[in-house]
T-cell receptor, first 115, second 110 residues
Framework: DGGITQSPKYLFRKEGQNVTLSCEQN?????MYWYRQDPGQGLRLIYY???????QKGDIAEGYSVSREKKESFPLTVTSAQKNPTAFYLC??????????????FGEGSRLTVL | QQQVKQSPQSLIVQKGGISIINCAYE??????FPWYQQFPGKGPALLIA?????SEKKEGRFTISFNKSAKQFSLHIMDSQPGDSATYFC?????????FGTGTSLTVIP
């Protein structure tokens, strides 16, 4: 079945460590996104990529890095520079329809806890 | 500046009642307005969406009402069921840029 796979689902990290969250999609979508979700704050955009080898910062990119070497993959690294990394991270992808904006599909999320 | 404002933050409805969640947006260039449903520990799933050339869209018990002049849109859940208890997010989009509301936690009491 087509979809977005995020791994790991749960991750624990010590302060000062970098961690990489995986996101893979087999929907053949061009655009991919990373969002951070905190209680009461909705979804905040970290990074997005509209095409391979290109990505742009979102609203809260500080302390995060991404790469887009393949169309199917958009990993997110949470670096030690991110001051408050404990959160629920969501990967998404979208395609542009003939009328403009396409539907946004989400993965199941990765919950990162910093100990 | 928040592009999409959503209210209420939480909502409690009796089974069989109508749940109403409201959103307002600023940018008149938005051309796609989806609603997402999210259960605890899961990713959001598209529930229903509307484009600004129509004023209402209905899918089963879920209806979006869209007021272009007021820059507002709302989700109505008719005959609300306990299984509808979830967090609902509105969003507005143009191209591949999506902006989300802060979410509404809906609880339907049996």
């Amino acid at each position: 079945d087509g979809g977005i796979t995020q791994s790991p689902k749960y991750l624990f990290r010590k302060e000062g460590q970098n961690v990489t969250l995986s996101c893979e999609q087999n929907l053949n979508h061009d655009a991919m996104y990373w969002y951070r979700q905190d209680p009461g704050q909705g979804l905040r955009l970290i990074y997005y990529s509209q095409i391979v080898n290109d990505f742009q910062k979102g609203d809260i990119a500080e302390g995060y890095s991404v790469s887009r070497e393949k169309k199917e993959s958009f990993p997110l690294t949470v670096t030690s520079a991110q001051k408050n990394p404990t959160a629920f991270y969501l990967c998404a992808s979208s395609t542009r329809t003939g009328r403009g904006t396409g539907e946004l599909f989400f993965g199941e999320g990765s919950r990162l806890t910093v100990l | 500046q928040q592009q999409v404002k959503q209210s209420p933050q939480s909502l409690i409805v009796q089974k069989g009642g109508i749940s109403i969640i409201n959103c307002a947006y600023e940018n008149t260039a938005f051309d796609y307005f989806p609603w997402y449903q999210q259960f605890p520990g899961k990713g959001p799933a598209l529930l229903i969406a509307i484009r600004p050339d129509v004023s209402e869209k209905k899918e089963g018990r879920f209806t979006i009402s869209f007021n272009k002049s007021a820059k507002q849109f709302s989700l109505h859940i008719m005959d609300s069921q306990p299984g509808d208890s979830a967090t609902y997010f509105c969003a507005a989009s143009r191209g591949n840029q999506f902006y989300f509301g802060t979410g509404t936690s809906l609880t339907v009491i049996p």
